[in-house]
């Protein structure tokens, strides 16, 4: 009887500690942004830190729910990114497939909501298409604003167009989103892929709340000076969200810069900004993380990643929580 009554208790402890585990959003809800630092619904500093998944278009096998799984539990990611392949000249990016598109970004989208992470709603372009941004950041915004999940970035990297230009752009979709979701996070480009943000810092947007501006990096590239106009951005009061970064040079391949890449990964978590790696893929090419033989759905072994599939999982198991 006595046996009975312990092990009956043991039970019981062990499912209370169960039901007691938050996932990361249900611990830190609605996000907010206080000065230049994202905070979590108690007003502490918090980082995201994860991994964008490639072009859908062309990479549309492993958006689904299981790599969003694999990627919280192995991997240890807090934020996922969905890319959706805009204008581009292909078969299965948005403007030429509408419905396969939402279907391939929803399924990431409604997993990192099961899985209670965060999950950043990509419009992957480098041009201006005003009305057609309007009318998809309309939808999802109607349709995921009440979840505190969602943050939106509304215009992947700008290239030919100049901040005036990419502001009136971002003031109309803003407008379109906050007509549905009053707070979720969105993230604003800025010229030259998302190099630019000191243009962005002597002229921000004003009249909105919970506004961030995307920074963009590759480290063998970009280095100590991007660095400096990010310090430049925050002492104007600009608050960052580095929402695409990669080891290697622009172009996604080459050999990878790892004292770099460290540089950045120092710069960042001193001013705590949260960071998301490129990319979920297995182009070939040194930023696409996994081979060709990796599965559709997660379950990756050491096989299946690349030298940067390595380094940033390794990263987030060490500075995620």
């Known amino acids: 009887m006595m046996k009975t009554k312990i092990l009956i208790s043991t039970m019981i402890i062990v499912l209370s500690l169960t039901s007691c585990e938050k996932g990361f959003v249900e611990t830190n809800g609605q996000l907010q942004v206080k000065g230049v630092q994202l905070v979590n619904r108690t007003g502490d500093p918090i980082v995201l830190r994860g991994l964008s998944y490639g072009w859908h278009n062309w990479w549309p096998r492993f958006y689904n729910e299981g790599t969003v799984k694999w990627l919280k539990e192995d991997w240890k990611v807090t934020v996922v990114r969905t890319a959706l392949g805009v204008g581009v000249n292909s078969e299965n990016a948005y403007f030429q497939n509408p419905d396969f598109s939402l279907e391939k970004i ?131 009061g600009l608050p960052l969200f580095v929402s695409e970064c990669a080891s290697m040079e622009a172009s996604g391949d080459g050999p990878l810069d790892f004292a770099e890449f460290d540089a950045w990964i120092d710069w960042m978590e001193k001013h705590k900004i949260s960071w998301v790696t490129w990319s979920l893929a297995d182009k070939d090419e040194s930023c696409s993380v996994l081979y060709p033989s990796s599965a559709s759905d997660g379950n990756w072994n050491e096989e299946d990643l690349k030298e940067s599939g390595k380094l940033n999982r390794e990263k987030f198991r060490v500075y995620n929580p």
């Open 106 to 236: 929803e399924a990431v989208i409604n997993g990192a909501i099961n899985e209670d992470i965060y999950v950043i709603i990509d419009w992957h372009s480098h041009q201006i298409f005003r009305e057609e941004a309007v009318d998809f950041f309309s939808k999802m915004a109607k349709k995921y604003g009440h979840h505190p999940h969602i943050i939106y970035e509304i215009f992947n990297e700008p290239v030919h167009n100049s901040w005036e230009e990419v502001k009136a752009y971002s003031m109309e979709i803003i407008q379109a989103i906050r007509q549905f979701d009053p707070d979720n996070i969105i993230l604003v480009g800025s010229p030259h892929w998302d190099q630019d943000v000191h243009l962005a810092a002597d002229d921000p947007l004003t009249g909105f709340d919970n506004i961030m501006y995307s920074l963009h990096f590759y480290a063998r590239t970009h280095k100590q000076w991007l660095r400096e106009r990010g310090d430049y951005a925050l002492a104007k």
